[in-house]
């Protein structure tokens, strides 16, 4: 199968968004309830062990087990979609000014905090869970996009979930300007001198990164292959996914999870393997699938918002269950974050995303 991604619709993107925040919202919920571990930000070989053990001494944890490793990965649609929605914005029509680019960017990604780290305090401060001063903590550091910046508070906060997320995509947001200019003016040879780039710099500041107590793949360098990636396939109609990319791309992911030198490969080439495998169902799956999964990438950011906060109310219900009831809790824990999500969505579209949107046109105007 050949498979050209140039005319990706803006629905199929949404759709693939809805397939990644299923996968990330139940590897946030499983992880919670084994030992696995996930090779998310540094590599561990006992991570895959960890996977191998646990399905082979019981069958039945399959599921759980393998969102837990490999449901992370969900994290790259979206960053293959930010990469491919940016190009398609620039190719129809380029900002008059960076200024003018970037300042609606700002704006919404900190109107989604703001909004978010509302609902983060109503969920947990009434139970107990977060104190005063470590949610004002939570609060700066977020505003402050600074979250990703030590493995210390990666994931400090109580509930918080991948927050470090909003900080790493305005990483990108910011250098995509420069990335689009060389793409734009050497084309394909540009596109693989930045790949080849983009792992140098990788390859040489991981571990000085891990030595500064830095997250490297919590920040923009760690992930630019397939935010690359994204971008090539949004410019250049030539390019196809097809049995001579996926099958070394299959392979490196193998390798990659198995050993630490080829750990950097695992995000690049699970993106081509999720973009390959999962392309029958965002592109031409039954409607009641399509439909199901466009209002979950619709919502996703309010779902991203939310899952980690719930699961204060829904994880203490895991310990000394048994696996049946384990993915019940899940598929209920999924389904409660969906519906808050779209009441989420319902408020910010209504009161909140109209200021957002007569902010950035003055912007844009002036």
């Known amino acids: 199968m050949k498979i050209s991604l140039y005319n990706l619709s803006k629905n199929q993107i949404t759709l693939a968004k809805g397939l990644g925040m299923l996968a990330i919202v139940l590897h946030n919920f499983f992880h919670w309830t084994n030992s696995i571990g996930e090779n998310e930000f540094v590599f561990k070989s006992s991570h895959i062990q960890g996977l191998i053990d ?11 087990a393998c969102f837990t490793y490999f449901g992370h990965f969900g994290v790259q649609i979206f960053i293959f979609a930010s990469g491919y929605g940016l190009v398609k914005q620039f190719m129809k029509r380029e900002p008059s000014s960076y200024m003018v680019y970037i300042l609606p960017k700002i704006i919404k990604i900190y109107g989604l905090i703001l909004f978010g780290l509302a609902c983060y305090f109503l969920l947990l401060y009434r139970i107990n869970v977060i104190s005063v001063d470590l949610y004002l903590e939570f609060v700066k550091s977020s505003l402050l996009l600074c979250n990703n910046f030590s493995f210390d508070t990666l994931f400090f906060y109580p509930y918080a979930g991948p927050w470090w997320y909003f900080g790493f995509i305005i990483q990108l947001y910011l250098i995509f300007p420069i990335l689009y200019y060389l793409l734009d003016k050497y084309k394909e040879k540009g596109f693989f001198i930045l790949i080849g780039f ?14 500064l107590n830095i997250p490297l793949f919590a920040n923009f360098i760690g992930h630019l292959p397939e935010f690359i990636l994204a971008m090539g396939f949004a410019m250049f109609k030539e390019f196809r996914l097809d049995y001579k990319i996926v099958l070394p791309a299959l392979l490196l992911f193998v390798l990659s999870n198995f050993s630490q030198y080829f750990f950097p490969f695992s995000f ?16 031409n799956s039954s409607k009641i699938i399509q439909k199901s999964l466009f209002f979950i990438g619709s919502i996703s950011m309010f779902m991203f918002l939310i899952n980690g906060p719930l699961r204060a109310y829904t994880i203490r219900y895991v310990y000394g269950k048994d696996q049946p009831d384990v993915l019940l809790l899940a598929l209920e824990h999924l389904l409660l974050t969906i519906v808050i999500s779209f009441a989420m969505s319902l408020f910010y579209n209504k009161l909140i995303e109209p200021m957002l949107d007569k902010l950035t046109r003055s912007i844009k105007e002036n």
């Open 268 to 283: 690049a080439s699970a993106t081509v393997l999720i973009l390959y495998v999962c392309y029958p169902i965002y592109n």
């Open 198 to 211: 983009s792992y140098l710099l990788i390859y040489g500041l991981y571990p000085i990164f891990n030595t």
């Open 54 to 64: 646990t399905v082979a001494n019981d069958p039945l944890s399959l599921i759980n």
